[in-house]
């Protein structure tokens, strides 16, 4: 894949999650050279430090400042040219001029210019600190995008033309990899798959909606699906991880148990599996892809999950045999992937 390298210094990348932002700092050859991370404030426009209530976003451009912040100064002391620009990526519908159209997962930042209103912060918080950041040019893009583009560049899917990416993290992200280019869309808002209805009497989802597949196979999926699975008394060794609470049954608890053995957590992790692999039988007959990569916290779960949904691929897809099989596979830049694109997509841009 052809790009457009800055000149010898150092990009920001930062990828605002459901629950944390981690940004990197990329150096022209793609290697890492510092990383930091903070949780993600909600909501997303939380409070002033003077009690009063802020405008739309600050709390999401308070923590992307507080990142840079922190990797500006781990570049100083590493000797690094200074940085040439942030990438940002962000949950959600993000249009061409870098404005959140709409996120679920941030809800306090819906319609703001989050490119020009972090550009400001930064300008406002630094100036011009080590690494330059008070200086910034910033480009905003959604961030399972920004993960595809790290994944085709680096990852997963480098020598693919047409892939589909999906990120499993709080919700489902996902991106659209068309004749080796990632697609956004008419409008910047393609690939927002975690939002297509897999039932519509299901659970509500933070979009609105009710029963759309992240409900079902994203990590609040399997928050739900495990909850649900503990009062019913057949997550006993996830419970018993959790303290003996069924109601403080998370994800990593069932994961971990299911990794151990555990039929009950296991059972859950196959359901899970079948739900994600209902949704890429969807995505594939649309797409029809040559590869199909899964990433996002979620993925660390492996072959647990990636089985399951192989199979249900398998069986519900549009022509089945006769289709071939398209591989599932892992991504392969873990938690990084989204910054790592997001600083990818600023050399782009």
């Not at 910047?188 to 009710?210: K, L």
């Not at 209902?278 to 996002?296: I, S, T």
Request: proline share 6%.
């Amino acid at each position: 894949m052809s790009r457009r390298v800055t000149p010898a210094g150092v990009t920001y990348g930062v990828d605002v999650g459901g629950t944390k932002v981690l940004g990197v700092a990329l150096a022209d050859d793609g290697a890492v050279v510092a990383e930091h991370r903070v949780p993600t404030p909600f909501p997303a426009s939380d409070d002033a430090p003077d009690g009063r209530t802020a405008a739309p976003g600050t709390g999401v451009a308070r923590a992307v400042v507080a990142v840079v912040a922190a990797l500006a100064s781990d570049v100083a002391r590493a000797g690094h040219a200074t940085a040439r620009g942030l990438g940002l990526g962000v949950p959600g519908m993000v249009d061409a001029d870098g404005r959140l159209r709409f996120s679920p997962h941030l809800t306090g930042a819906h319609d703001v210019d989050l490119q020009s209103l972090v550009a400001a912060r930064l300008a406002e918080a630094f100036g011009s600190p080590p690494g330059g950041a008070g200086a910034l040019g910033v480009h905003a893009r959604n961030d399972a995008n920004c993960a595809a583009l790290a994944e085709l560049t680096f990852g997963a899917a480098r020598g693919a033309t047409d892939v589909l990416v999906v990120t499993l993290g709080t919700g489902i992200g996902g991106a659209l990899v068309l004749g080796g280019k990632v697609r956004s869309g008419a409008h910047g808002f393609a690939g927002e798959i975690g939002h297509m209805v897999v039932d519509p009497n299901g659970p509500p989802c933070p979009c609105g909606g009710r029963g759309c597949w992240e409900r079902f196979a994203s990590g609040g999926g399997l928050a739900r699906l495990a909850r649900e699975a503990a009062l019913a008394g057949t997550l006993t060794e996830a419970v018993r991880r959790a303290g003996g609470d069924p109601e403080l049954v998370r994800g990593e608890h069932v994961t971990a148990a299911a990794a151990d053995g555990d039929p009950g957590a296991r059972d859950v992790v196959e359901e899970l599996g079948w739900w994600l692999g209902l949704g890429l039988a969807n995505l594939v007959a649309v797409c029809d892809p040559e590869l199909v990569v899964v990433g996002g916290g979620l993925a660390r779960a492996g072959e647990m999950l990636l089985g399951p949904a192989r199979r249900a691929l398998a069986a519900l897809v549009e022509g089945g045999k006769a289709r071939g099989e398209v591989p599932v596979v892992a991504a392969s830049l873990g938690p990084r992937a989204g910054a790592i694109g997001a600083a990818l997509a600023l050399w782009e841009g």
